[in-house]
């Protein structure tokens, strides 16, 4: 089973990515994916998250309104449209999967992860 996440880069502030998490070993079709991210010298803090039927979602009050995270289980695979990027939004972000009810927003309720990709945001 593994998550390997993509689409991390240097960018300028204000620019835009997308972030892709494509799952493998089994389906994670029923799976909840998150997105959490670390930058240096700080915590893994929680970003974005999607239920397994993509019908609901969750944001951290810092990128509400400017990521979007989606997901296409057809192709076991989640995004993270991140746009108006900022200096703050540097950091490595990692994707998750969860298969239980804990709280989206804990990394701790995440079963298994990818390996990071790094986002660099200029000013």
């Known amino acids: 089973v593994q998550l390997q996440a993509s689409g991390g880069g240097l960018v300028q502030g204000g620019g835009s990515l997308r972030l892709s998490c494509a799952a493998s070993?089994?389906?994670?079709?029923?799976?909840?994916m998150g997105w959490f991210r670390q930058a240096p010298g700080k915590e893994r803090e929680f970003v974005a998250a999607?239920?397994?039927?993509?019908?609901?979602?969750y944001y951290s009050d810092s990128v509400k309104g400017r990521f979007t995270i989606s997901r296409d289980n057809a192709k076991n695979t989640v995004y993270l449209q991140m746009n108006s990027l900022k200096p703050e939004d540097t950091a490595v972000y990692y994707c998750?999967?969860?298969?239980?009810?804990?709280?989206?927003?804990?990394?701790?309720?995440?079963?298994?992860w990818g390996q990071g990709t790094q986002v660099t945001v200029s000013s």
């Open positions: 999607i239920s397994w039927s993509g019908g609901t979602t």
């Open positions: 998750g999967a969860k298969r239980n009810s804990g709280n989206y927003y804990y990394q701790v309720y995440y079963n298994y």
């Open positions: 070993g089994r389906t994670f079709s029923g799976d909840a």
